[in-house]
């Protein structure tokens, strides 16, 4: 007779098991004076040096009233607009997972803030970055169907075992791009847009190289996780690199 065998097979990880309630009770007047300052600093330091599509973001959302904001607030203004939603998570999500949420327009966010005394340095992103730093461009129209793009080409781009080449396109664009508006130099990228220190120094810095923002290069060009990055990428204008990353399949990204 035959044994009866049983195989237990690992369930798939699906995108919705990583979240978690945000809790935002359980944020402290400590954490909620954090945001505050984080808030007033950025907003000090980077007022004319945001791309205007930001400013427009941070006004449409109230980003500016004080605290830490509640996800269910600005999903009531985000989802009408855009379609996009915001999550709790308690921290980095894998890739394949992050890009599969944003191919859903759900957009993923730390349920935690740095301390006082981590102002400028952060081992992972939390909430002011993740709130900050890229719901507001979720609010503008174009943007917001490039990033979902960008899910899908990650989807794409992880199953063929070429990751890489889609998180450059996003690094290099959604988080640490800079862009011409009217001629002038502007912050386009969330890392940049929520950190006091990069900020600066990508936009004047003398020791960095500023290249045109193209598909291509993007593809080509590494990046830093543990650093400031040696190089940025500017984009001729927001409209250009939303038509340029939209315009990309997933058959030519894998061809670059
Ligand atoms: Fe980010």
């Not at 500016?64 to 605290?67: C, I, K, T």
């Given at each position: 007779m035959l044994q009866e065998t049983i195989t237990k097979e690992a369930p798939a990880r699906r995108w919705d098991d990583f979240l978690v309630p945000?809790?935002?009770?359980?944020?402290?007047a400590e954490d909620h004076s954090v945001w505050d300052l984080l808030f007033a600093r950025q907003v000090e330091l980077l007022g004319t040096r945001l791309v205007s599509e930001f400013l427009d973001g941070i006004d449409l959302l109230r980003l500016?009233?004080?605290?830490i904001p509640e996800v269910a607030e600005l999903n009531a203004v985000l989802e009408p607009r855009t379609g996009w939603r915001v999550v709790a998570v308690p921290g980095l999500v894998p890739d394949d997972i992050f890009f599969d949420m944003l191919s859903k327009r759900v957009f993923p966010v730390g349920n935690f803030i740095r301390t006082r005394e981590q102002l400028d340095y952060l081992e992972a992103p939390d909430c002011f970055h993740d709130?900050?730093?890229?719901?507001p461009m979720l609010a503008h129209h174009d943007f917001a169907e490039m990033v979902e793009h960008v899910g899908r080409l990650g989807l794409a781009a992880i199953a063929a075992g070429e990751g890489h080449r889609v998180a450059r396109i996003y690094w290099h664009s959604v988080e640490f791009g800079l862009a011409l508006e009217r001629g002038e130099l502007k912050i386009l990228g969330s890392g940049l847009a929520s950190s006091f220190g990069e900020a600066h120094f990508s936009l004047e810095s003398d020791e960095v190289e500023r290249l045109p923002f193209c598909v291509e290069r993007a593809v080509n060009t590494p990046y830093r996780h543990d650093a400031f990055q040696p190089r940025y990428l500017v984009s001729s204008s927001l409209e250009q690199t939303v038509a340029d990353v939209l315009a990309l399949t997933p058959e030519r990204l894998l061809a670059i």
């Open positions: 945000q809790c935002w009770e359980s944020f402290t500016s009233h004080p605290g709130l900050f730093g890229h719901i």
